[in-house]
Structure formats: C-alpha cells, structure tokens
Nanobody, 127 residues
Framework: QVQLVESGGGLVQAGGSLRLSCAASGRTFSNYAMGWFRQSPGKEREFVSG????????AYADSVKGRFTISRDNAKNTVYLQMNSLKPEDTAVYYC????????????????????WGQGTQVTVSS
C-alpha cells in the first residue's frame, strides 16, 4: 500500500514558477513508476508527466514539454514537478500517482494504469 500527499500548489502569475512535491509512504515507492496528472473543471484528468522507478526515463505531455521537469528522490520517497513559465491554461488540480507494477521501463500515460493517487493540490495561474 502506498499513500501519496501532494504539496506546493498555489496562486502564481503567468510566467511564474511553482514546485510541486509528492511525498509517499511505503517501502516499495522506489520500485514504482510515478506520474503527475491534472484536472480542471469540466475536463478529463490528463497526463502531465511521468518518471521511471529509477528516474532514468521521463515523459511529458506536449503542452508542458520544455517548461515542466519531473524528478524523484527515492531516498526521500518524494517525486517533484518543477513548473516554469506557467500559463493560465495550466490552472488545474494536480495529482500524483503511483503505478504498482514494479520496475516499469516507461512510465504510463494512461490514468487507468496507476493504482494509487494523492488528494491533489490546486494550481492557479493568473493572467
């Protein structure tokens, strides 16, 4: 069982930056691919970024590529999402998620592939 707690959301002006953190409990965190998703009102939850269990392979949605960076520190059981050059369309609730299939080579992009979810953290970007 893995419990995930996100933090770091808030209100920021367009062009600004935020760093989201996701703290995980559970001994097997380091074996799991991790993902960040977001959901805004009236829209489906969408993939933002993912990272391999060892951190060597990452994936990004086209809409955030070059602006967001995912990383993880397995010693701290934490995954991060550094968000730069934020835009109003980045406004959403951001969720981190863990895929319990161990040692995946490529982090999945489908939300249905992830088994554990955090409660989400609100990111609001003003224009």
């Amino acid at each position: 069982q893995v419990q995930l707690v996100e933090s770091g959301g808030g209100l920021v002006q367009a062009g600004g930056s935020l760093r989201l953190s996701c703290a995980a409990s559970g001994r097997t965190f380091s074996n799991y691919a991790m993902g960040w998703f977001r959901q805004s009102p009236g829209k489906e939850r969408e993939f933002v970024s993912g990272i391999k269990w060892s951190g060597g392979i990452t994936a990004y949605a086209d809409s955030v590529k070059g602006r967001f960076t995912i990383s993880r520190d397995n010693a701290k059981n934490t995954v991060y999402l550094q968000m730069n050059s934020l835009k109003p369309e980045d406004t959403a609730v951001y969720y981190c998620a863990a895929d319990s299939v161990v040692f995946l080579t490529v982090p999945p992009r489908r939300a249905s592939a992830y088994d554990y979810w955090g409660q989400g953290t609100q990111v609001t970007v003003s224009s």
